[in-house]
């Protein structure tokens, strides 16, 4: 017998403070099981970037989360891939010493990875990234000029015909920031996340190709009590390699059907943090009855749960029952056959 194959779709909001993918790749151990588990399993980069650290799962998709949000509506399909060219947006605002170790990164990935590269372009206006917080918590941002980071993505994919980008944005370099000292001690929000999502939103939504960001900082003085979660992100340079790998074979956005295309009503699966249920693709997701597992103890700086939506969600504790959930739902058994008192079926109809 033969069976479609079993999908789930991952989910961890960026730079909403979450305990477990809050961090630089820290849930990627968690995409690592699933992907054991699962056929197919589409996640995010905020799930799968891990600064110079990375892991090359075969059956899972580096979707990015404006992409991610219109395949659930249903509006976009996933074509996969066997390789992107990749071409690569530098700030005009990084140093040129900061701007000539990303470029080596990117060498780097072509040399030792066999990677596929075109070209850079810099930015013809430095992009002036600005980070924020709102009152929830989360963290945010806005760029002073994202008119030049339109026309930069347009010439590569005009002129150099690329099929994935990878953005270089400036972000400030605030070592006394309270938020930051947090963060690196595993307590607090990336207060850098949420403007990483405007950059690469801006870009998948004006040409629906895939796009993922990378922020150029200077390294951070030595802090002997760093978190282990916060630890990938002090290693050096850049964050680059991670993003060069997820968007290498990162699915094609595509709107009309092809034999290998995957689309939202193919889904088994979401796995989310059960505080962060508010969620435009979560929303869309669950609206077309597919099994939603809210975990527990990963805690967002949110408090959005299914139960305050009135969404039909299984609620675990950890991503570890989250993982047998899957196992059942994927075997086709039924989650009543695990609880030890089954109650006997019952008349629907006189």
Known sequence: MIHRPYTAVLIVPTGIGAAIGGYAGD?????RAMAKVCDRLITHPNVLNGAQLYWP?????????????RFAQGDWG??????????????QGIEPELRTRHIQAADATRATLGLTLTDYVVTDMPLGVELRMAASGASWGTLAHPDSLLRAAE?????????????VARFPDDIESLALDNYRHGKGVDPLAGAEAVISHLIVRQFQIPCAHAPALQPLPLDDNLSPRAAAEELGYTFLP???????????????SHPSTIWADEVDAVVIPETASGGSGLLSFSAKNIRIIAVKD???ALNVTPKSLAMEAITVNSYLEALGVLVADKAGISLDSFRPILSSLSQAYD
């Open 27 to 31: 849930a990627l151990p968690v995409a």
């Open 57 to 69: 799962m075969e059956n899972t998709f580096y979707v990015e989360g404006y992409g991610l949000d």
């Open 78 to 91: 996933l074509q996969p891939v066997h390789q992107n060219s990749i071409g690569l947006i530098l700030d």
């Open 155 to 167: 010439k590569l994919i005009t002129k150099s015909k690329v099929e994935a980008i990878a953005v």
């Open 242 to 256: 991670c993003v060069l790998v997820g968007l290498s074979r990162a699915p094609q956005f595509i709107t009309k």
């Open 298 to 300: 990963n805690q967002t």
